[in-house]
C-alpha cells in the first residue's frame, strides 16, 4: 500500500496550496481508496482536504499534534479516486509565527 508522509512548514501569514504536491502518488494511476489524516503543531492553522473534483472537507482546523497523524486514531478522511484525481491537502497559517500541518495518505489501489 503506498503512502504520502509529509512534514510542511508554513510561514506566518502565508498558504501551501498542496502539501502532497511533487510526490509520486499525488496523481491516482489506477482507481483507489485514499484514507487521510492531518495534524498541525499549534492552533491557529486552517486545512482544506480535495481529491480530483471532490471537496473531501472544507476548510477545518486540524488537531494540535507535535508528531505524525496516528493511524487510525487520526484517518478521519477518505474518498475514492479515478485515473488522474489529484490529491490536494491545502494549508492556511493566518497567525503570526509558523506552523507546521503533518499529513498522511494511505493509498489502497482498487483495480
Known sequence: MPVIVVAAA???GAANNNVFSGSAFEFARTPQLVSMGCVQSAT???ARIQNG???VAEEFEPFILTTPPVIPD????SDYSAVG????????NPTGG???LRAIAQISPMG
Open 53 to 55: 473534483s471532490d471537496i
Open 10 to 12: 508554513v510561514a506566518a
Open 44 to 46: 491557529g492553522g486552517f
Open 98 to 100: 509558523a506552523l507546521t
Open 74 to 77: 487520526h484517518m478521519y478522511f
Open 85 to 92: 484525481d489529484r490529491l490536494i491537502i491545502a494549508y492556511r
